[in-house]
C-alpha cells in the first residue's frame, strides 16, 4: 500500500469555540498519539484529510504525518464526522509501525448480478458489509470481493470462500454468512371473520323491516 503524504499544524488552542474557529477556515481539528508520543493536537487541511481519504484504501490508508520537521507513519481513525454534511469534524492519527500488526475494518464489495435470484423476484442481502482483520499497516486489504454472479434463491456465500491476502488474519467464524439470496416474499390477505349472532347481510334489493313490521 502506497503512503500519502499528509501536513499538519500543532495547534495550541483547545476547547469548542476553538475547533469551531478552525473548522471555519478550513482545518479539521486531530489529535497524534501512539508508540510513547505524547498527544499532538493538530489541525490538517480539510481538502488534503478528504483526497487522503479517498483513495482506494479508504480509512485505512498509511498516512506520512509531517507535524513540524517531524515525519510519523500514522492511520487515521475515530473519524467524527457532522451529522448532516458528513463532513470530518475531528480526527484521531495513532502512530503505527510498519512491522506490527493492527487492527482495521475492511469493506465488503459485492460483484456481478444475481441474475437467478432476480428473475425469481427474490432479493440479495448482505449480512457482512465489513470485516475486521489483523495485518500489517502495508498488507491491509483495500476491501474483499465477492462475486454474486451464481448465487439463487436460497444460497449463500461464507466467509471461507472470500479471497483472504497472505498475512491477514480475521476474528469471525469461517461459516459466517456474507451474502444470502431470498425467494419473493408472498402477502397472506386474511379474510375478516364474522362474529357469531351478528346479523347476516341483507339480500340485494331487500328492504330492511320497519319498527311496525318487527312488531308484529
Do not use: C, W
Amino acid at each position: 500500500m502506497d503512503e500519502i503524504s499528509l501536513v499538519a499544524e500543532p495547534r495550541n488552542d483547545k476547547g469548542s469555540p476553538a475547533t469551531r474557529r478552525l473548522r471555519v477556515t478550513g482545518r479539521v481539528p486531530g489529535v497524534l498519539y501512539g508508540h510513547g508520543v505524547k498527544p499532538i493536537p493538530v489541525s490538517v487541511d480539510e481538502r488534503a484529510l478528504h483526497g487522503a481519504l479517498s483513495t482506494g484504501a479508504g480509512a485505512n490508508a498509511l498516512i506520512d504525518l509531517t507535524v513540524g520537521k517531524t515525519h510519523h507513519l500514522a492511520l487515521a481513525r475515530e473519524l467524527q464526522r457532522h451529522p448532516v454534511r458528513q463532513t470530518v469534524a475531528h480526527v484521531d492519527f495513532i502512530v503505527v509501525r510498519r512491522d506490527e500488526i493492527v487492527a482495521a475494518e475492511v469493506p465488503v464489495t459485492l460483484l456481478g448480478e444475481a441474475v437467478a435470484v432476480s428473475r425469481a423476484g427474490g432479493t440479495v442481502e448482505q449480512l457482512l458489509l465489513s470485516v475486521d482483520v489483523h495485518a500489517k499497516p502495508a498488507d491491509i486489504p483495500r476491501s474483499f470481493e465477492v462475486d454474486i454472479s451464481d448465487l439463487d434463491i436460497g444460497d449463500s456465500i461464507r466467509l471461507s470462500s472470500v479471497v483472504i491476502p497472505p498475512g491477514v488474519t480475521l476474528d469471525l467464524d469461517p461459516e459466517s454468512p456474507v451474502v444470502v439470496g431470498h425467494a419473493a416474499r408472498v402477502e397472506v390477505v386474511e379474510e375478516p371473520v364474522e362474529e357469531e349472532g351478528a346479523p347476516a347481510p341483507a339480500e340485494p334489493g331487500a328492504e330492511a323491516p320497519t319498527d311496525e313490521a318487527a312488531g308484529s
